[in-house]
């Protein structure tokens, strides 16, 4: 008996080691001194993804500019949800940022209750990047515009099949609002992320497909790209035209940014959006994000915190029509 | 391929390639085998150091650490029932039990002979079957992805050793606890009671730790109270020789693991463990003696970890041909590749051909280090068991903590993972096997996806039976399915009649 009594407080110790490790705590300093230690990047996906590589992009120019090193970490689970409902409960001090996606941080918490954070706890520091949502059709497809597209799908009510990420997601949503501008209806198949809905849509299985411009520009030569959702012609794919262009005012992406906790001084969210800015200047960056199918973009805390309510009343909209019906 | 040949030599002779080749092995071998560490987190880690090398060099490294990641994962699955990675989880079926029997060197040498043959089945596959396989791999739809996950689940029969009943019965919870969290169609938490970390679902690694190594470790210290001593590491003399020659003469178990492995890895989503699983599966099928499996028999050892090791070089295949990763840890090398400004897609292969090549046959040499290392080591590793319970129970409940928590860096993982672990206690004093839980828990969120999404596909084509039953690999899976169920009843039916024809003739 006694052994695994002692067993058990083997396994408290343990416990209390490691709960130690998680919350070291926040020292109150003045934000002139600010970095003055190592600064967590947490990536709310699994390594290797998008978000993933820009953060690595980003890693040495931040330590330059900061001063410090900045440690990247992974807190995947729940379509980013969990690595954001742990941001929002950090010391607001300026040592733990985490990557930042939009429209995922706004369609989290419209679609259920039950997750652990609100929109407005997410801090945006700034947006550096994007990834227009295009949609494509097969290349031996007999439609060849947007326009081919709405017409066949208005005389076949649901039955044109359209491929993309998950229920809620980006593409969800561009494909949703979409159906409401053309006044159609066709039947949309979530996948487990972009990478299976490519691989299911290049292997036939649906017709449409909506996808991040940087994967489109990687399929650009086994797929007809039909239109993109970006404001202005994509520069990597100048021959594609833009949604607004076809005809439907709406615009879709993927934007992806930086974020720290509520309460943040700032001072310290100053010094963090020139440092994330100012990377976007660095010689060759633009041109390595446009290679990669990425927009750069410069938007700064003010003008995100903007954009975000700008497209948090845009979704809330479409949201409620679509379970309004 | 030949015109690169100087390429790929000069590369391969390079000194610092090769010496990070064999760190890479070492390095993926130790992670590996550590519970909870896996070759995906292995290879996150290395990311940033691969930015400076070279592509070669870089790409080299990082695919000698997938490959020992993959192999590591068998050495605790042996030693202390707990899969070091998923993949290994039906190494530790009859793994686990030789090691009770004293043969943990036996078991060990097993594994690394199986999975370096199997490794490089794996890279030879790769290197001749690419855009072969490519078009295999897109063959897969969501009716498909359904049919391999009702294959696999037809599994229960063979995993569920005993009582059939209570197999089922645990497959079925594992299918229940796989639905925790977002649903992959339509959206909704699902059994989180409000409680948002619960979005994220359950992590297979603490499910893997709680339900094979808890109840051991539990075992382990009631043994000691019993004053029962653990079984030493018998000494042998020439085992390695006796083992190599061994599974040389059983070249069908061999290649027909490899081939599983492989096509299991070429399929996006569905990874090593299922590889491994499948793989096992069809080796207790086509045996003679049945019986002797999950007891400790070296066959069982070798499907598992041939197929796995093979399956590493079958996941690459889509990442190379079309730029989608077949696993976890290929994702990483998609993000390697990037870094080093080369996109992988469709052409990557034409664009950048020397490199492939290079990196192909640096792979399957990679293999044959893996296995030389994987028999040094061998010897010695084995020796971790004879340590007196009051070290190695606690090492083991320590390792399981940290590596809970440090696979999504979560706290309550730690806690699941010790509530997961005393409940597969008592499930297993009642006469609950484990396997079929964790098998309901695996396949149970690709059986979802695969059904919702041809539903849906079926609502817009409004064929249901059509999208189900007449697509070519849906009725290859459909017959599997058919033969694997009925199979045993029918030989159950023979065997009886055959015994009162006996008895009625004696």
Known sequence: MKTKWLALVFVLCGLFVLGACANSAGSTEDPEDYPSKKITYSIPFDPGGQSDVEARRQQPYLEEALGQSVVIQYKPGGGGSVGWTELVDKDPDGYFLSGMNIPHIILQPLSNDDTGYETEDIVPVAIVQATPIGIAVSKDSDINSLADLVEKAKANPGSVTAAGSGTYSGHHLAFLQLQDLAGVEMQYIPFDGAAPSVQAFLGGNTEVLFANSSDLVKYAKDMKILAIGSEETFKPLPDVPTIKAEGYDMTAGIDRGVAVPPGTDPAIIAKLEKAFLDILDEPGVMDEMYAEGFEPKKMGHDAAVEYIATKKEQYSRILEEVKGN | ?506
């Open chain 2, 1 to 506: 391929m030949l015109e690169f040949l100087p390429d790929i030599i000069s590369s391969l002779t390079n000194p610092i390639n090769l010496l990070l080749m064999c760190a890479g092995v070492i390095a993926g071998i130790i992670v590996g085998a550590l519970p909870g560490l896996t070759a995906t987190m292995a290879l996150a880690l290395l990311l940033p150091f691969t930015f400076t090398m070279q592509a070669d060099t870089s790409l080299i490294t990082l695919g000698g650490l997938y490959i020992g990641g993959i192999y590591g994962g068998c050495i605790s699955a042996i030693l202390i029932n707990t899969p070091g990675t998923p993949s290994a989880i039906a190494t530790t079926f009859d793994g686990y039990p030789m090691t009770k029997k004293g043969k943990a060197t036996q078991a060990l040498i097993a594994a690394a002979v199986s999975s370096g043959i199997g490794g490089v089945i794996g890279g030879l596959a790769l290197l001749f079957l690419t855009p072969l396989l490519a078009t295999l791999a897109l063959r897969f739809g969501p009716p498909e992805y359904f049919w391999i996950a009702m294959l696999g689940l037809t599994m229960i029969a063979t995993l569920s050793s005993g009582s059939m009943l209570k197999g089922l019965m645990g497959g079925a919870v594992g299918l229940l606890i796989s639905t925790i969290g977002i649903s992959p169609v339509g959206g909704e938490s699902r059994y989180t009671f409000g409680f948002s970390p619960l979005q994220a679902g359950l992590e297979l690694i603490v499910i893997l730790i709680a339900f094979f190594c808890i109840p051991e470790v539990i075992g382990m210290i009631e043994s000691k109270i019993k004053q029962k001593k653990n079984k030493e590491v018998k000494k042998e003399r020439g085992v390695a020789r006796k083992l190599f020659f061994y599974i040389i003469k059983r070249p069908i178990l061999v290649i027909r693991s490899s081939i599983i492995g492989i096509i299991t890895g070429i399929i996006p989503g569905a990874g090593g463990n299922v590889a491994a699983l499948l793989s096992y599966d069809a080796a207790v099928r086509f045996s003679k003696d049945k019986k002797e499996f999950g007891k400790g028999k070296v066959d069982g050892v070798v499907a598992s970890e041939a197929s796995n090791n093979a399956e590493v070089g079958g996941s690459l295949v889509p990442l190379l041909s079309l730029g989608i990763p077949g696993a976890p840890p290929a994702a990483i090398i998609l993000g390697a590749l990037m870094m080093q400004g080369i996109r992988p897609g469709p052409d990557l292969l034409e664009e950048h051909s020397g490199l492939v090549y290079t990196f192909l046959v640096a792979f399957i040499v990679a293999n044959v280090v893996m296995l030389i290392f994987g028999l040094m080591g061998s010897r010695y590793v084995g020796k971790v068991i004879s340590l007196p319970v009051y070290y190695l129970a606690p090492s083991i409940v320590f390792l399981t903590i940290v590596g809970s928590y440090a696979i999504r860096n979560n706290f309550l993982d730690v806690a699941l993972m010790i509530g997961f672990g005393l409940l597969a206690y008592v499930m297993k004093k009642v006469g609950f096997n484990p396997a079929p839980i964790v098998l309901g828990l695996i396949l149970g969120p690709i059986a979802e996806r695969g059904l919702a999404q041809s539903m849906l596909m079926a609502k817009a084509s409004g064929n249901t039976f059509e999208l189900f039953f007449t697509r070519p690999i849906s009725v290859v899976l459909i017959a599997l399915c058919i033969l694997s169920i009925v199979g045993p009843l029918l030989s159950t039916i023979f065997r009886s009649k055959s015994k009162i024809d006996e008895e009625i003739q004696g």
